[in-house]
């Protein structure tokens, strides 16, 4: 995700600031850094749920591990906009009704925010500077991912020959396809530096109470 590089060391009294979603009233940003999910757990937890996930499940998944983070917490994550949208499906069963679900890189995305915050952005840095260019490069490759499958469906009912040729063909405009999305990610990065700098500069931040 192109703000993930971006995390910057913690100045002045940010490491000393509240956080009800770290043990103890008075944690530390550097206890706080310890209290996300590795790259491979977050993996994982989204081949758990390659259809999506609910807001419970999302809550278990932090709480089970540890991790601090209630339903309230949630709430407040999804009206700052820190999150991807949710989507409506149908219960199983008659007159079950329908629940809101998210995609399951919902919770790579909390565990970044958690992780910024510790590192002493603020909502609103987070907010204008990195999940703006998060948001339509997922777009991207979100978009991407669902022609390359509407592409081999049709693909797969050619005749031979041209089937063959263009499989070949599709399997090299995937390859560029994730090329372009990383290369994106990596441009986005680069642009916001400066300002990313500049904050640096600026000192601590605030705000991120907020959430909690």
């Known amino acids: 995700m192109p703000f993930r590089s971006h995390r910057r060391?913690?100045?002045?009294?940010?490491?000393?600031?509240?956080?009800?979603?770290?043990?103890?009233?008075?944690?530390?940003?550097?206890?706080?850094?310890?209290?996300v999910l590795p790259d491979a757990e977050l993996r994982a937890i989204e081949g758990t749920y390659p259809e999506g996930i609910s807001a419970?499940?999302?809550?278990?998944?932090?709480?089970?591990r540890g991790i601090k983070f209630s339903e309230a917490s949630f709430r407040k994550y999804?009206?700052?906009?820190?999150?991807?949208?949710?989507?409506?499906?149908?219960r199983k069963g008659k007159h079950r009704g329908s629940m809101g679900v998210?995609?399951?890189?919902t919770v790579r995305r909390i565990n970044d925010v958690k992780a910024l915050m510790a590192d002493g952005y603020t909502i609103e840095e987070i907010q204008g500077q990195?999940?703006?260019?998060?948001?339509?490069?997922?777009?991207?490759?979100?978009?991407?991912?669902e022609l390359w499958t509407r592409l081999v469906v049709d693909v797969a009912e050619l005749e031979p020959k041209p089937k063959k040729e263009l499989e070949r063909e599709l399997a090299d405009m995937r390859r560029d396809g994730d090329r372009l999305?990383?290369?994106?990610?990596?441009?986005?990065?680069?642009?916001?530096a400066p300002r990313t700098n500049n904050l640096r500069l600026a000192g601590a931040a605030g705000g991120a109470e907020d959430l909690l």
């Open 9 to 35: 060391p913690v100045v002045g009294d940010v490491a000393q600031r509240k956080d009800d979603e770290s043990p103890g009233a008075t944690a530390g940003a550097s206890t706080a850094r310890h209290q």
């Open 56 to 64: 419970v499940q999302i809550v278990d998944v932090f709480t089970s």
């Open 78 to 90: 999804v009206q700052q906009g820190l999150l991807p949208r949710s989507r409506r499906v149908g």
């Open 102 to 105: 998210y995609p399951s890189k």
């Open 130 to 145: 990195f999940l703006l260019y998060t948001d339509l490069v997922e777009g991207v490759a979100e978009n991407l991912g």
């Open 181 to 192: 999305v990383e290369r994106l990610n990596d441009l986005t990065r680069r642009a916001i």
